[in-house]
């Protein structure tokens, strides 16, 4: 299974509300570790981590691209 990458994170509250992530996610255990670049000006001004618990979230992973390089 995968473990890190970027992605989407929508976690199910206990009292039914849902709140959505967007940033690099990090399984660690039982959590998910959800980090947010935090823009300002439209400069990487900073970033915070949210930890939520893995059973109440779905992850939806963003495309990896990896481009192959050939040597002549």
């Not at 509250?13 to 439209?42: M, Q, S, V, W």
Request: no cysteine.
């Amino acid at each position: 299974m995968k473990t890190l990458g970027s992605g989407k994170v929508i976690f199910f509250a206990p009292n039914g509300t849902t709140l959505e992530f967007k940033g690099e996610i990090d399984i660690r255990g039982d959590r998910l570790a959800i980090t947010e670049i935090i823009y300002f000006n439209g400069k990487p001004n900073g970033a915070r981590e949210m930890n939520v618990p893995l059973e109440q979230s779905v992850i939806y992973w963003d495309p990896e691209v990896y481009e192959e390089i050939g040597f002549e």
